[in-house]
């Protein structure tokens, strides 16, 4: 059917999302007792977990069987990619809050206090800064493992391009050695990150407490490294679709959107290796 | 394509039944009402806690509750209104007259929809419960900070403020999700013939409304963040003694607060033209203007926080940018009053209870605006802030402007929901008492505000006394108007006089071409707009 379709799926009612609001509902809750030393908070987190992971199955799922069954058309296509679109801006929007914290307190705050000299003098206001009360640290170089990193997440987005244009010609041993190319890539990536933060945390004394530095360090590339492991699983997914034969190529979102992701996953990390390692 | 396939395509199973009908619904005029509902209720609880701070406050001395009681109603207050009633409002109005006004079948991504709604009853528990667990002995209730979170006091705040916090990114993922589906179905799911010009104005001000939504939660999701690891995690975000500063969060609070100003207002100046033209019998004054005007408000608004922030100490130049950026909103704000002002001019006006609203939201809403100019002013803002005068400010533009224009709204499109009239007289009475009790409780705030009391104190000095009687007085009496409210909603629901496709005699648009109240599915094939 063309783009003159008259109808617009409607999806039948699903139990999904509301499963999935109180999934949250839980995880909230027992992620507030828990970090109020209120043990009981651990078990609420984990049967949420449990509860998010099935819905997310299900729901995902669901929605797959549906394109399988050709319920979608182009029409629905470009509501999930203007959708997919918006959600990644409002992500872009999440990382700036984090930049901008960086900007404000490395251009802004920690001068001022060095200006300050009545509560602890003899501090200077240079960068990187554990605070005038901090410990302290080694920050951490670029060139090393960051560097490394930076060409691993490069090489994983020209691999899954190439996935993408294994896809359009139909070349399926392309899409799917080039997604589980990505996917390796990635955890690579996650396998050194997780290191150097082990080495930061034992050797440099550069932890979340390690003032300003460890504090904007560790939520950027925190927040990133969460990113890249939701992309990873996305790919997997995808992956998993791929070697069941679901892609066409003039019917494939599932594939561009993570594919989206990803690019949008390996642009904030250019930031972070030139704004948090390097400069 | 199989047969069945194509008869599913068209035409959705008997939804459930009961309670599962409304948990699973995909349909956007259920969520829409269950928005609805959902607002007027926690308008409700919302109303009644700031009763017993009106109550506290009748009199100078403490009368009835320890301080910390009283700093947890105010911001809770603050909280439910905004995220909880005044948003959700708007929402439901998008969700069920965005598609009709555009001639689409449905939302675009209807279970994501549904999944926005039922987000709002866990993010209304967990800000709510630590009042209860506080009964039981567990923390000291709910967050004590007002609904500004300012740290240093909010990262020492009990665990009331972890929950608030997990609140409000519930209530942040539910805003963004729902924004991108209007923004969605606006993008992609107009009628044929459906331009972006010819989009009503109701669905003008939603779409920039998402746009602010989309770019300014995540910002607030982040700064929340970083207060809650400050509190917990060992970082120093807003902590000088490592290098941190407890002005960074009040600017990013504020990068997501002042939008949020106009987020809450935007779908109610889209929906007062609709009224107005409707009341006047004309057609809308300079549709083009308002487009641009919304434009460039959306646009501005996320360039002028510092104006919340301006005694807690920035550069003079900053100072001096805050203030012309944030006065120079009112030009385009102008053109829209000018244009609601046009838009009625000379028409052949009657006064139903929807324009006796929106009429009053112009006049009250066009207070808080001016008295908004005056805070802006660099200078003078050094007395004000803080003050009463505020308080009294942000009521006439968040009470009149946001929920009388949204009661406009309710008594507009009510009987299209119900396909019943509403009890005009009623409502008239509602209109009536709403607007005079308003202004007996916030008219006093502001010469008590100018004569130096400082807002959220529990007790106050005794030459303010006269002034916080009056706006108590006021306060129980605009309760109580609210009970009428109710009174009216609950019988047009259950009965009525039937209303006509085209309820209001001048109403304009393709959502009165459908039956009152319209199928559960409108628009299975598609209107085709015309000139
Ligand atoms: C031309 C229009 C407006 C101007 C120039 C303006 C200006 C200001 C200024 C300068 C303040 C800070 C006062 C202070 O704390 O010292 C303020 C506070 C406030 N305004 Fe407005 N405003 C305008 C419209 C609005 C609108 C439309 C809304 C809401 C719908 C709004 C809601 C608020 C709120 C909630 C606060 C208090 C926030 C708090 O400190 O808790 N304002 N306004
Ligand atoms: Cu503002």
Redesign the pocket.
């Known amino acids: 059917m063309s783009e003159t379709e008259q109808g617009y799926y409607v999806p039948d009612s699903s139990p999904y999302p509301a499963l999935l609001a109180g999934g949250m509902f839980v995880l909230a809750l027992g992620f507030a007792l828990q970090i109020n030393d209120e043990p009981v908070g651990r078990w609420f987190m984990i049967a949420a977990a449990a509860l998010i992971g099935y819905v997310l199955f299900g729901w995902f799922g669901s929605v797959i069987a549906e394109n399988q069954a050709g319920r979608f058309l182009r029409w629905e296509d470009r509501s999930f990619r203007w959708g997919m679109a918006w959600f990644i801006a409002s992500e872009v929007m999440f990382f700036a809050a984090f930049f901008g914290t960086l900007f404000y307190l490395r251009n802004i705050s920690v001068p001022e206090l060095g200006e300050t000299q009545l509560i602890w003098p003899g501090y200077r206001g240079t960068w990187p800064t554990s605070g005038p009360a901090g410990q302290p640290f080694t920050p951490m170089a670029a060139w090393g493992i960051p560097a490394l990193n930076t060409l691993i997440l490069l090489s994983s987005a020209v691999s899954v391009t190439w996935a993408h244009w294994g896809l359009l010609k139909q070349r399926r041993a392309q899409l799917i050695g080039g997604l589980a190319l990505t996917i390796a890539l990635g955890c690579l990536f996650l396998g050194f990150q997780a290191y150097e933060y082990h080495h930061a945390y034992t050797e440099m004394g550069l932890n979340l407490g390690a003032g300003v530095y460890g504090a904007t360090f560790f939520m950027l590339t925190g927040f990133h490294g969460l990113h890249v492991t939701i992309g990873a699983i996305g790919l997997a997914a995808v992956l998993g679709r791929a070697i069941k034969g679901h892609f066409t190529p003039d019917n494939h979102f599932g594939f561009e959107g993570v594919a989206w992701y990803w690019h949008f996953v390996d642009v904030v990390w250019l930031m972070l290796f030139v704004f948090v390692y390097w400069m | 394509m199989t047969t069945a396939d194509l008869a599913l395509h068209g035409s959705p199973h008997a939804p459930p039944r009961g309670l599962m009908r409304w948990l699973t619904t995909t349909n956007h005029k259920d969520i829409g009402t269950m928005y609805l509902v959902f607002s007027l209720v926690m308008f409700f609880v919302g109303g009644a806690m700031i009763l017993l701070v009106r109550a506290e406050l009748f009199q100078p001395g403490m009368q009835m509750m320890q301080p910390e009681l009283f700093n947890q109603l105010i911001g809770v207050h603050?909280l439910v209104m905004?995220f909880m009633a005044l948003m959700p409002a708007a929402t439901g109005f998008a969700n069920w007259m965005i598609p009709l006004m555009i001639g689409a079948p449905d939302m675009a991504l209807p279970r994501l929809n549904n999944w926005s709604f039922w987000l709002l009853p866990p993010a209304a528990a967990l800000l709510l419960m630590p009042f209860a667990l506080a009964l039981f002995g567990v923390g000291s209730g709910a967050i004590a900070t007002?609904?500004?979170f300012y740290a240093p006091l909010s990262v020492q705040d009990g665990m009331g403020l972890d929950f608030a916090i997990l609140a409000i990114h519930l209530l942040g993922i539910s805003s963004v999700m729902g924004s991108i589906n209007i923004v969605v179905t606006v993008f992609n799911l107009r009628a044929p013939g459906m331009t972006f010009m010819k989009l009503p104005l109701f669905v003008w001000g939603w779409l920039i409304t998402a746009f602010m939504l989309i770019a300014v939660i995540p910002v607030l999701a982040g700064a929340v963040t970083m207060l809650l690891t400050d509190r917990h995690f060992g970082t120093h975000f807003f902590n000088a003694a490592g290098g941190g500063d407890p002005i960074l969060f009040q600017h990013l609070f504020w990068f997501f607060?002042?939008p949020?100003?106009?987020i809450?207002?935007f779908p109610v100046w889209g929906l007062t033209p609709h009224i107005l033209s409707a009341f006047a019998r004309k057609p809308v004054y300079g549709y083009r203007a308002q487009v641009y005007a919304f434009w460039v408000i959306g646009i501005l608004s996320v360039i002028v926080w510092g104006?919340?922030?301006?005694?807690s100490g920035m550069s003079t130049g900053a100072l001096l940018y805050f203030m012309y950026s944030?006065?120079s909103?009112?030009l385009p704000?102008s053109v829209l009053f000018f244009c609601w002002i046009a838009t009625i001019w000379r028409g052949a006006m009657t006064f139903e209870a929807p324009m006796l609203f929106a009429l009053g939201m112009i006049v009250l809403?066009g207070i808080?605006?001016?008295?908004?100019?005056?805070?802006?002013?660099a200078a003078a803002?050094a007395q004000?802030?803080?003050?009463y005068?505020?308080?009294a400010?942000?009521h006439y533009?968040?009470f009149a402007?946001?929920i009388m224009g949204i009661m406009a709204g309710v008594y507009f499109w009510l009987p299209k929901m119900t396909g019943h009239m509403i009890d005009e007289i009623l409502a008239k009475w509602h209109f009536w008492l709403t607007a005079i009790a308003f202004n007996l409780t916030f008219l006093p705030q502001f010469f008590v505000g100018l004569a130096g009391m400082p807002?959220r104190v529990p007790d106050y000095a005794l030459q303010f006394a006269e002034f916080n009687m009056l706006s108590s007085i006021g306060a129980f009496v605009l309760g109580a108007a609210q009970l009428l409210f109710l009174i009216v909603v609950v019988k047009c629901i259950r009965g009525g006089p039937p209303a006509p496709a085209k309820v209001w005699e001048g109403a304009e648009g393709l959502e009165w071409t459908v039956p009152s109240p319209p199928p559960h599915h409108t628009f299975q094939t598609r209107p085709v707009i015309g000139e």
């Open positions: 603050a905004i007002g609904w500004t607060g002042h949020e100003v106009y809450v207002l104006h919340h922030i301006m005694t944030t006065m909103i009112s704000l809403f808080g605006g001016l008295t908004g100019l005056v805070l802006a002013d803002d004000y802030h803080h003050s005068f505020v308080v400010h942000f533009t968040l402007g946001g807002r």
